[in-house]
Structure formats: C-alpha cells, structure tokens
C-alpha cells in the first residue's frame, strides 16, 4: 500500500481531530479543503490538466503551496507533516542526503570491509601459528618423553649393571 500525499493529510486531520466543530490547535474541514485545492491547483500548473500525470508525493510542491497560503514563511510546521521531512515522510530518504553523502558513506563502507578483511586475515594468520605452535609443542612433548626414557634406561643400568632382576632373600 502507497500512501500520496493527499492520504497523509487526509489521515492526519482526522488523526489530530479537523473534523471536529472546535478545533482546538487543529484546522477545520473548510481549511483542509482550501489547502487541498491550493494543492490540487499547483499539481496541475506544474504537471498539466490530466491528474493521472500528477505525481501527488511532491513534497517540495506542497511546502511551496502551504508557504504560499502563510504568506511566504513558514512560522511553523508544514500542515500534514508538522515538523517533518516531508520528502522523508513519502520516499523515505532525507532531502538534505546529497549524492555526496552517498559518495562518503559508499566510501566509509568500503574502508569498513577492508578493515574486515585485515582482521579476517590476521585472524587465519593467527589461528594458522596457534596450530604450528601447537604442532611443536606436541613434538617437545614427544621428545621429552624420549629422553625421560633413555634417562630411566640409563639409571637403571646404574643401578642394576647386569640387568637382572634383583633376587629376594
């Protein structure tokens, strides 16, 4: 479901309550319908006659229409938007995003994988000397044990020259 701009204003009346007979800080139905007619109006001065070809998610066309009925200045909110970004509101970018901004996040993004990749590779670097040290210590390990051996061989021949086993009296 797409949402124009006209059912955001719609729904945003309803929602702040101009269909009610007091206002309080809201318009009225008769200041809703002026402005949707100021609206309407500038769509086909800019568009042409045939509303098919309005494009009615034009939110520069429709601060330009409410500044217009203001007097030129906006001393508030935007009616329909309040403080919103009404680009935002209907194509869900930032208007104040520049293709520069694209550009620099596009480029941190492209610093952020490298950086990725870096770690990635000291990360295999370090596994791969984890596994080498693992593989000497084993073989120390092994040699150790060799020589505990021999060791125990030797001093048993020490103790016992001939070989044989001590006889029980």
């Known amino acids: 479901m797409t949402l124009d701009l006209r059912s955001i204003v719609l729904t945003v009346t309803l929602i702040l309550g101009g269909a009610a007979r007091h206002t309080g800080a809201s318009i009225g139905f008769e200041e809703h319908r002026l402005k949707l007619e100021s609206y309407n109006k500038s769509l086909s001065q800019k568009y042409g006659d045939d509303p098919t070809q309005h494009n009615v998610n034009d939110p520069e066309l429709w601060t330009q229409t409410q500044l ?13 938007a309040g403080y919103l970004d009404l680009h935002f ?17 596009a480029k ?3 610093e952020v994988n490298e950086v990725r990749q870096q770690m990635s590779n000291m990360q295999q670097a370090m596994d791969e000397k ?3 040290m693992n ?21 048993m021949k020490q103790i016992n020259p001939s070989g044989n086993p001590p006889s029980s009296s």
């Open 108 to 110: 941190s993004q492209q």
């Open 130 to 132: 984890q596994s080498e």
């Open 68 to 80: 217009l009925r203001k007097g030129g200045k906006q001393k508030g909110p935007i009616y329909g």
């Open 135 to 155: 593989l000497q210590m084993q073989q120390m390990r092994n040699e150790m044990e060799l020589q505990v051996q021999r060791q125990l061989v030797a001093f």
């Open 89 to 105: 509101l209907m194509t869900g970018a930032y208007s104040y995003e520049s293709t520069s901004a694209s550009v620099d996040f």
